[in-house]
T-cell receptor, first 112, second 114 residues
Framework: GQQLNQSPQSMFIQEGEDVSMNCTSS?????WLWYKQDPGEGPVLLIA?????ELTSNGRLTAQFGITRKDSFLNISASIPSDVGIYFC????????????FGQGTRLTINP | EPEVTQTPSHQVTQMGQEVILRCVPI?????FYWYRQILGQKVEFLVS????????KSEIFDDQFSVERPDGSNFTLKIRSTKLEDSAMYFC????????????FGSGTRLTVV
């Protein structure tokens, strides 16, 4: 089945540093979604990407939909303590348009 | 901002018991979902529900699982005869028009089977 592979699996950074993480797939996705999950909470949508090559920002977050439609990256600039959490990429399954497939997540830890 | 509400936040149950996880989706949303996240792993799709019937389900969603919309506001997931491996966070989500980017997730119910 479809799989999304995220890297790195975890990151330990200093407050104020920029962060970059990415997501790759062996199959094409027509939509890429980036979610953040805080401890004990459900995923919250950060950015949605709909077209190959699209670059979208949401405050300090920037995400791009890869030209091949098989990858996407998420950048966070000038990290702050509340950026701590797990970041998931996701996309609609080929098996069903309503079904989301998630990556395994990138856990971000920030040292103050 | 409208929220998806899940209760309870944490449930502990003995193996073999039945549990019902409850969700109140956003009021004008028409599509409802359950996802599962085993500790430390990725979020996995279980089932989608529209117009009072299941529209899609995964291979995880076997005969021990069922969903119901018993009234105009609640959406429930029932797990019959729970197993140890059912221990996970269960997330309910809803969307207005069935588009994947329109999901709102609840905060989840942590189910622990002992």
């Amino acid at each position: 089945g479809q799989q999304l592979n995220q890297s790195p699996q975890s990151m330990f950074i200093q407050e104020g540093e920029d962060v970059s993480m990415n997501c790759t797939s062996s199959s094409i996705f027509n939509t890429w979604l980036w979610y953040k999950q805080d401890p004990g909470e459900g995923p919250v949508l950060l950015i949605a990407l709909y077209k190959a090559g699209e670059l979208t920002s949401n405050g300090r977050l920037t995400a791009q939909f890869g030209i091949t439609r098989k990858d996407s990256f998420l950048n966070i600039s000038a990290s702050i303590p509340s950026d701590v959490g797990i970041y998931f990429c996701a996309g609609p399954s080929l098996e069903g348009a309503q079904k989301l497939v998630f990556g395994q997540g990138t856990r971000l830890t920030i040292n103050p | 901002e409208p929220e998806v509400t899940q209760t309870p936040s944490h449930q502990v149950t003995q193996m073999g018991q039945e549990v019902i996880l409850r969700c109140v989706p956003i009021s004008n949303h028409l599509y409802f979902y359950w996802y599962r996240q085993i500790l430390g792993q990725k979020v996995e799709f279980l089932v989608s529900f529209y117009n009072n019937e299941i529209s899609e389900k995964s291979e995880i969603f076997d005969d021990q699982f069922s969903v119901e919309r018993p009234d105009g506001s609640n959406f429930t997931l029932k797990i019959r005869s729970t197993k140890l491996e059912d221990s996970a966070m269960y997330f309910c989500a809803s969307s207005e028009a069935g588009r994947v980017y329109g999901y709102t997730f609840g905060s989840g119910t942590r189910l622990t089977v002992v």
